[in-house]
């Protein structure tokens, strides 16, 4: 427990997300407080963080890492998912299977999003971001041509809706979902021999490369577990909106990057902790939450994000004990 708190990066996520709390209900009152309001938080909160727990796989791995195409794979697979569901199984008929088919598509069409993020990088040596770039287009691309640039309405189907918004015991399921994929990212980095050579390549790729680590199949499955954790947001941004559509989203990946950032992973690789994007994502939700309470414009929640992103990339460049320390 002791080293756990022995985490400055830690210690200030948990005093942000009391910080904002505290605000919120200064603010908004104790509405903000309700069981449903956190409710409806808690589903909001795992599209976005499943979004930010690639990228942060993708910075820890080194070299730039980063994936800018993480909300293009979501919608590429919702959309793909259902159109190709629609014909093959009948949703008044069959809601459970469809849903369940639904998933297993949209989860195949982020696997193999995420092994061509992962081959472009690893094997053909481009720079993660501008391979990622790139294959934001193309996956967006694809959704365009597919829907027409329209929306699709899935309906009500009432067992993705339940999964989507729908709490058991207090919490919704995606949100539960989750909890259990963000824990087992936690176990992997911090306690199998994968997490141990990520981490080395992301800090010293030279030391990495001459122990012997595989970086291009590590580098591989790092981007197709990135693709997979889209897949995932892509199923849940269709539960709980019960539409697909190719540019929701589109400041996601504005969002995803200020999460990992404010959760102190290296953009230069070697260090991230999965507990701090969980809990930098949650304090952003709440503050998010807050704005609507306060009915302040979506345009100015996004000049917030980018001027929070800009404050937390400088800073982290900067020692500032070098100017509090009193000099000897």
Do not use: H
């Amino acid at each position: 427990m002791k080293s756990v708190f022995a985490d400055r990066q830690f210690n200030f996520l948990v005093a942000t997300n009391v910080l904002v709390v505290a605000l919120a209900v200064v603010f908004a009152g104790d509405t903000f407080l309700s069981l449903y309001n956190f409710q409806s938080m808690s589903a909001q909160v795992p599209e976005l963080a499943l979004l930010a727990l690639g990228v942060m796989l993708a910075m820890i791995a080194g070299n730039g890492g980063i994936d800018l195409s993480g909300i293009a794979l979501a919608n590429l697979a919702g959309v793909g998912s259902y159109l190709l569901m629609r014909d093959w199984v009948s949703i008044d008929e069959v809601p459970l299977a469809f849903s369940w088919l639904f998933a297993l598509i949209a989860l195949l069409i982020g696997l193999a999003g995420g092994m061509l993020n992962g081959a472009l990088i690893a094997f053909a040596g481009l720079t993660p971001i501008i391979a990622t770039l790139g294959t934001q287009l193309f996956f967006t691309g694809l959704a365009v041509a597919f829907t027409n640039g329209s929306a699709i309405t899935l309906g009500y189907i009432e067992p993705l809706d339940n999964f989507g918004n729908t709490p058991v015991l207090g919490l919704p399921m995606c949100f539960t979902l989750f909890v259990a994929i963000a824990v087992l990212i936690g176990v992997v980095l911090r306690y199998t021999p994968f997490g141990f050579k990520l981490y080395l390549m992301g800090s010293n790729a030279k030391a990495a490369r001459y122990a012997g680590i595989p970086q291009r199949r590590i580098l591989l499955l790092t981007y197709t577990v990135c693709g997979v954790l889209a897949s995932v947001a892509g199923i849940i941004i269709a539960a709980r909106t019960s539409s697909v559509k190719w540019d929701y989203g589109s400041s996601y990946v504005l969002i995803a990057i200020l999460i990992v950032v404010m959760a102190g992973v290296r953009p230069d690789g070697g260090y991230g902790r999965t507990v701090c994007v969980v809990l930098s994502a949650t304090a952003l939700q709440m503050l998010s939450s807050l704005f609507n309470f306060l009915d302040i414009s979506n345009f100015f929640r996004d000049c917030a994000w980018g001027l929070l992103l800009i404050v937390f990339l400088a800073t982290s460049r900067v020692d500032l004990r070098a100017f509090i320390s009193p000099r000897r």
